[in-house]
């Protein structure tokens, strides 16, 4: 069975959410169900914060630049067992 829904929405706003998810307002309100269906909440992803986002190009840049530091994952371990947090 299918449902219609009929929403009001500003017309640039519409184009900017498309622009900016690449999704159609139907694809969101299916997403927004099934997080609802199989999360039990509407929680959005912080992962596509604008703050992340900044975060995220600035650890490419440096990765690019080779400012990276490689640890195995015993090694890694280590280190983080090491910290005084």
């Known amino acids: 069975m299918t449902e219609t829904i009929n929403i009001t929405v500003d017309s640039k706003d519409l184009e900017e959410f498309k622009e900016t ?24 992803d912080p992962f596509w914060s604008e703050e992340n986002q ?3 190009q600035k650890s490419i840049r440096e990765m690019e630049e080779g400012k990276v530091v490689k640890f195995t994952s015993e090694e890694w371990e280590k280190f ?5 947090i």
């Open 21 to 44: 998810t690449g999704m159609t307002v139907g694809d969101c309100i299916k997403l927004l169900m099934d997080n609802v269906k199989y999360g039990g909440h509407l929680g959005f």
């Open 54 to 56: 900044k975060h995220l």
């Open 80 to 84: 983080v067992n090491e910290q005084d």
